[in-house]
Structures are given as C-alpha cells and as structure tokens.
C-alpha cells in the first residue's frame, strides 16, 4: 500500500512537471516572455546543421542507394518480373547504373524491355538530374 502511494504521488508530480514545461513552452511560443524568445529553438540539434553546412557533398554521397532501391522498387513491380537488382558503379562523378531483370518464364521480353528502356530508365534519369546517365539492363 505505502508504493502505490509513493509511485501515485511521483507520477502526480512527473505530469505537473510536464504540464507546467508545456504551458512554459505554449507562453513563449506566444510572446509572453519576448519577440526575440519566441524566435529562439528549443534546443541546438547539432547532427542537422551538420547536415545543413554540408550539405553540397554529403547528399549526392546518399544518392545512389535511394536512386537503385527507387529502380529496383518500379521494375519489380511490371507485370512479368520475378526480380530486379541493381547497382552503381564507377564513381561519383561519372556513375552508371548496372539493373538485373529475372523475368517469369511467360513474360514478354520485348515489351519488357520497351517499358524499363521508356519508363523506368526515364524516371530514374530524371530523379538523378542526368539525361545521359548510363544505364545497363540485363535480362535474365
């Protein structure tokens, strides 16, 4: 009896606590304690502003995986693919994306290759802001 009491009355204290940073925080949002405090940020989150300094060369270093999981995810989903699977290589200067097709044995290989070659390839050129990105295809 004498810790449900204890663990009641904490707990009681932990939400006015709570309610009270939440109002505190409400009231500045508003300009109760000033302009210029109401324009300041909660807290410093270091690892953004990281992200915001160098930006110029750290997202094009992210690019790759998201451009051949956004390829890999579009191919598989046309009707007569098993499984697609791709990869960069070369460097970041110069990339070319290598796209493996295992496609069910019914499947129409030339208006397959028509559909990747017209869509796929088109999307993921222009996702990756290079009309002249190479791009092989293997069919399997």
Sequence with gaps: ???DRINRVMLTLFGLLVLAAGAAAMAASTGVFGASFSRQVLSVNRVSAYFGDHGG???????????????TD????????????????GDGRDPEV???????????????????????????????????LPIQLDLA
Aim: glycine letters at 4%; proline letters at 6%.
């Design 1 to 3: 009896m004498h810790a």
């Design 57 to 71: 060369w750290l997202w094009p270093v992210l690019r790759p995986a998201a451009l051949i999981d956004a390829l």
């Design 74 to 89: 579009e191919v598989s989903a046309y009707h007569g693919v098993d499984s697609a699977k791709g990869r960069v290589i």
């Design 98 to 132: 290598v796209l493996t097709v295992t496609t069910a044995p019914v499947a129409d290989l030339q208006a397959l290759h028509h559909r990747i070659e017209d869509e796929a390839f088109a999307h993921a050129r222009q996702a990756a802001g290079n009309p002249s």
